[in-house]
């Protein structure tokens, strides 16, 4: 392949991107790497770094624009023997929402080799292992092993095919903020109308209850001082975050429906999750759902004297953490009535 073809992988790599996922933001993944040369290329092993553009595009799936360079010594005379790879590799990860996850890694792109006389460039693809490891919101650990393949079209050494294993360490660095819902605007003031008179009592038929649909409802129409109504789960959150989803304003615009019936009741809004993760991060996410629900009856027109809300983490898990479906159970947030 000719150095001409490079352009086409961009073009797939940059639309291939474009796709969306739960966090959507754009990462860069600055890294250090050693070489351990295919002994037909007649050069020792050496160090080389890259960097690649990528972004989330499924729960699981990541795609990056990789550029790796490394330049190696000729075993034998003098001259340095350059490497350098531009190529579009997609990373499967186990478990995006752990914060220490394993992950495969299938890459294709061009590599370009420059040797004293010579240089061409070639078809390269490369297979292999990696781990990631969570610090902080923005920032991960990763480090990976993999096999590269390439085709040298100048037949370095008379041998047109070579193979590489390459172990590389580096960060994953996200850009910006995760996206949060905007808030909903305030109400613009009107002038008050002219006075009319007073038309003649009519009787008013009583308006219509609405009638309750959701179970969670229907549970905090009944409840009583000390009572516990599990509002939301994991699942009415998007991924990793606190952003409501759909089916939680549903849930929500119900229970707001019920607290303005029950003036006689306050409610504290709790938030737990699961054990998956660090127990720092895992307090922070449970007062940011938390929270969420407690603004979202707030900007509903419940008093804010009637509610509170506050976190606990992990530390209160209502089902076994050892399965998928209590860790789902676990991810929760309580309404405790007063």
């Known amino acids: 392949?000719?150095?001409q073809t490079l352009p086409v992988l961009i073009v797939l790599a940059f639309t291939a991107?474009?796709?969306q996922a739960a966090d959507d933001r754009l990462y860069v993944a600055p890294s250090v790497n050693y070489t351990f040369s295919d002994s037909d290329r007649r050069a020792d092993d050496g160090w080389g770094g890259g960097v690649a553009l990528g972004k989330p595009v499924t729960e699981h799936l990541n795609l990056e624009l990789a550029l790796t360079g490394s330049s190696l010594d000729?075993?034998?005379g003098s001259g340095s023997y350059d490497l350098w790879g531009l190529g579009v590799d997609a990373l499967y990860l186990l478990n995006r929402d752990a914060g220490f996850t394993p992950y495969g890694v299938l890459g294709i792109g061009a590599l370009y080799t420059d040797i004293p006389g010579r240089n061409d460039t070639g078809l390269m693809g490369n297979v292999g292992l990696g781990i990631m490891k969570r610090l902080t919101d923005n920032i991960s650990l990763r480090a990976d092993a993999?096999?590269?393949m390439d085709g040298n079209a100048s037949n370095a050494f008379n041998a047109n095919h070579f193979g590489d294993a390459i172990v590389s360490v580096g960060l994953n660095i996200a850009l910006g903020q995760k996206a949060q819902p905007a808030p909903k605007p305030e109400p613009t003031a009107q002038p008050a109308p002219m006075p009319e008179p007073a038309p003649a009592p009519v009787a008013q038929p009583e308006p219509a209850v609405p009638a309750l649909t959701t179970p969670q409802a229907k549970q905090l129409e009944q409840a009583k001082s000390g009572d516990t109504v599990v509002i939301l789960e994991g699942v009415n959150f998007e991924f990793d975050s606190a952003r409501l989803r759909p089916d939680a304003i549903t849930i929500l615009d119900e229970a707001v429906t019920v607290l303005n019936r029950?003036?006689?009741?306050?409610?504290?809004v709790v938030g737990h999750t699961d054990s998956t993760g660090t127990k720092q991060y895992n307090q922070g996410l449970s007062e940011r759902r938390a929270k969420s629900v407690y603004d979202y009856f707030v900007n509903k027109g419940i008093a804010a004297d009637r509610l509170t809300a506050?976190?606990?983490?992990?530390?209160?898990p209502a089902y076994s953490n050892a399965?998928?479906?209590g860790r789902a159970k676990n991810r929760r947030v309580e309404l405790v009535v007063k």
Request: avoid cysteine; glycine fraction near 6%.
């Open 323 to 325: 399965t998928r479906e």
């Open 1 to 3: 392949m000719r150095i």
């Open 310 to 316: 506050k976190g606990y983490g992990e530390t209160r």
């Open 262 to 268: 029950r003036k006689d009741i306050s409610v504290d």
């Open 74 to 76: 000729f075993k034998t």
């Open 17 to 19: 991107l474009q796709a």
């Open 146 to 148: 993999r096999y590269r």
